[in-house]
């Protein structure tokens, strides 16, 4: 049973505009959340994090948003740049384990 | 430069041919992980080390080994490789609170 779910396996979006991607999870002990993000032919790199203590984490063109009642968060690409175009990962970790739930991915492509 | 270092990065072998592949970092971190991608399937845990001589199983530990005898290596070791063991495998390394490091990958390809 999937404790991190991205049901989304795909994003299309034009450049310049916001992208939205989705995660959501079940087990109420996670308490720090992680995106990263991944090209082909690379490792996964980590983007942005959020802790359970917040709702919203800002960098740059990148924020998360936390809703814990609802178990889900997502993240904001504003705006959207070709470069963007990767696969992200969502992933959760609880009480300061190391061993964090990855979801499955969501490819996104920005198109010019 | 913080990095994690696998070796190689791309092999095709045959079933039953033992093969290792390797982890290295730099970074003196606690903990390293194996993973597989494979499609739609995302990324999923093969074993981890929370320390030197400290190995456990992940998710999907059948027909693989792990060992940990130095804090800096971790090797991922096909003793029989089969088919179904053809994917996309990636280590990493972290330490407490902080986000995990990922190596650039090792495609194994098991005719």
């Known amino acids: 049973d999937q404790q991190v779910k991205q049901n989304s396996p795909s994003l299309s979006v034009q450049e310049g505009r916001i992208s939205i991607l989705n995660c959501d999870y079940t087990n109420s002990m996670f308490d720090y959340f992680l995106w990263y993000k991944k090209y082909p032919a690379e490792g996964p790199t980590f983007l942005i994090s959020?802790?359970?203590?917040?709702d919203k984490n800002e960098d740059g063109r990148f924020t998360v948003f936390l809703n814990k009642s609802a178990k889900h968060l997502s993240l904001h690409i504003v705006p959207s740049q070709p470069g963007d175009s990767a696969v992200y990962f969502c992933a959760a970790l609880s009480g300061g384990s190391y061993i964090p739930t990855f979801g499955r991915g969501t490819s996104l492509i920005v198109h010019p | 430069e913080a990095q994690v270092t696998q070796n190689p990065r791309y092999l095709i072998t045959v079933t039953g041919k033992k093969l290792t592949v390797t982890c290295s970092q730099n970074m003196n971190h606690e903990y390293m992980s194996w993973y597989r991608q494979d499609p739609g399937l995302g990324l999923r845990q093969i074993y981890y080390?929370?320390?030197?001589?400290?190995?456990d199983k992940g998710d999907v530990p059948e027909g693989y080994k792990v060992s940990r005898k130095e804090k800096r290596n971790f090797p991922l070791i096909l003793e029989s490789p089969s088919p179904n063991q053809t994917s996309l495998y990636f280590c990493?390394?972290?330490?407490?609170?902080?986000?995990?490091?990922f190596g650039d990958g090792t495609r194994l390809s098991i005719l």
């Open positions: 959020i802790s359970s203590i917040k």
């Open positions: 080390s929370m320390n030197v001589e400290v190995t």
């Open positions: 990493a390394s972290g330490t407490y609170n902080q986000p995990q490091h």
